[in-house]
């Protein structure tokens, strides 16, 4: 059964760094785009990043653009999301998602087809 594997999320200081990390198993998710998304409490899910499969294009939320960046290791079915110059307005719980349709990213949450469980960053101000 195919299922994402998120991992790296924790407490830090603002202006500090985080790396995300998505693992896929149980089937290779290196032919399909890759996103990560976050929710706030009492907020909507929203994208944030994301990446195609074939010439890695990427694309950014305003909001993390400059300050994030997404990346895959096709080989090891693995998408990261390196995070620096954290806000506290960053604090949500991040999630990876897969979407096996397009080839294209597409920042909204309903054309995505697998889900990880989330992963929680919160930044103290």
């Known amino acids: 059964q195919a299922q994402l594997v998120e991992s790296g999320g924790g407490l830090v200081q603002a202006g500090g760094s985080l790396r995300l990390s998505c693992a896929a198993s149980?089937?290779?998710?290196?032919?399909?785009?890759m996103g990560w998304f976050r929710q706030a409490p009492g907020k909507e899910r929203e994208f944030v990043a994301g990446?195609?499969?074939?010439?890695?294009?990427?694309y950014y939320a305003d909001s993390v653009k400059g300050r994030f960046t997404i990346s895959r290791d096709n080989a090891k079915n693995t998408v990261y999301l390196q995070m620096n110059s954290l806000k506290a307005e960053d604090t949500a719980v991040y999630y990876c998602?897969?979407?096996?349709?397009?080839?294209?990213?597409?920042?909204?949450?309903?054309?995505?087809?697998?889900w990880g469980q989330g992963t929680q960053v919160t930044v103290s101000s």
């Open positions: 990446i195609s499969w074939n010439i890695g294009s990427t």
């Open positions: 149980g089937r290779t998710f290196s032919t399909y785009v």
């Open positions: 998602a897969a979407d096996l349709n397009t080839i294209v990213v597409i920042p909204n949450p309903v054309v995505y087809d697998y």
